[in-house]
């Protein structure tokens, strides 16, 4: 399964959240760590909503990334 993950940049490092798996979200000093940081935390928040026996939702959220022309 492929999840989107939004990546934000904050004043520490960064943080990400996954919008089809509310709760799971993590946080990071650089980038790589973030992504190795909210894959872990994305197996974690499966493998809990398994022992709950919750299902598991199927991806749905899409993103897109725009390039804006400056408008000085």
Known sequence: MKYVVVIEKTETGYSAYVPDLPGCISVGDTKEEIEQNIQEAI??????????????????????????????
């Not at 749905?60 to 022309?69: C, F, G, R, S």
């Open 43 to 72: 197996l974690f928040h499966l493998e809990g909503m398994k022992e709950d026996g919750l299902s598991i939702p199927a991806p749905n959220t899409e993103a897109l990334t725009l390039l804006i022309p400056n408008v000085a």
